[in-house]
């Protein structure tokens, strides 16, 4: 294992810690909810700025392929690191004090991993990342009174499609960068690393969208949504075969993208039903 690995594992295992930490303090669904809604924000920006945009590249060298690897970084970052500070802030209720420290503390890593070659910027820049935390955190503060509020209407559709969003996206990308189980070719990009890497944005965005409507429907058998849902994740996946975009490289590919997506189904209705009655109780 290179010294890169190590400075991206420590990282993550220290955030991984203080996350134990806060949901234990606070244990409630809302917190998980609102975990779940800094992370998919971070993945959206993401995805415009890193996927679409090559604003910088992580080197953690724990994957062969380059681009896949840099991935595993920014997983460390996005679902692991930013989203545990976030949480810190809301749950113990900590000023801009707080804010400005987390967000120094943040820059100085950054500063630290660019020093020590594990981390390249292209056109992004340090500053970039303090400014987009210096909304980013104070944002995420005021999700858990906005979720007691949300009990119908856009606002609830809103935030469970944020909910949903870090489920639907890791699980469509650790499958292609683990085990290089599929590979989507639009054609967008010459690198098919690249090319399947932005396709899988759009279509896990596009499964939570599908998914959050559903959610939003009342019917009388509850089957019938997961019904719907596998009858368009089957014409989609048909689709994609067909027209060459999608080519499964493992047996078992086509089954755990057209089956996953029923649990991430059953997960929004559980929040739904927070969402529905404000507060929920403790674990």
């Not at 500053?127 to 005021?142: N, Q, R, V």
């Not at 499609?161 to 870090?166: A, E, K, V």
């Not at 596998?230 to 490289?249: A, C």
């Amino acid at each position: 294992m290179s010294s890169n690995s190590y400075w991206y594992l420590g990282l993550s295992f220290i955030s991984i810690i203080l996350q134990v930490i806060v949901f234990y303090r606070k244990r409630s669904v809302h917190t998980y909810m609102q975990f779940f809604i800094g992370v998919e924000l971070l993945y959206i920006v993401e995805s415009v700025i890193y996927i679409f945009n090559g604003s910088y590249e992580y080197h953690p060298k724990l994957l062969s392929n380059r681009y896949y690897d840099s991935h595993l970084g920014a997983l460390t970052s996005n679902l692991i690191s930013i989203p545990s500070l976030a949480l810190i802030l809301s749950v113990f209720q900590l000023g801009w004090f707080w804010i400005v420290g987390f967000i120094a503390l943040l820059a100085g890593i950054e500063w630290l991993f660019v020093e020590l070659l594990i981390y390249t910027e292209y056109w992004w820049r340090i500053e970039y990342t303090s400014l987009g935390l210096l909304f980013y955190f104070p944002l995420i503060k005021k999700m858990y009174p906005w979720m007691l509020k949300a009990r119908k209407g856009v606002s609830r559709v809103f935030l469970l499609f944020l909910c949903l969003g870090p489920f639907s996206g890791t699980v469509q990308f650790l499958p292609f960068m683990l085990f290089y189980s599929r590979v989507y070719r639009p054609g967008w990009f010459n690198d098919p690393a690249y090319d399947t890497s932005a396709f899988g944005i759009v279509y896990y965005l596009s499964v939570v969208l599908v998914t959050t409507l559903l959610l939003m429907v009342s019917w009388r058998y509850r089957w019938i949504k997961y019904a719907c849902l596998e009858t368009i994740l089957i014409v989609v996946t048909v689709f994609l075969k067909q027209s060459g975009i999608l080519i499964s490289q493992i047996w078992w590919d086509v089954y755990m993208y057209l089956l996953f997506p029923l649990l991430i189904l059953m997960i929004g209705e559980i929040f739904g039903k927070h969402l529905a009655r404000g507060e929920s109780p403790r674990f």
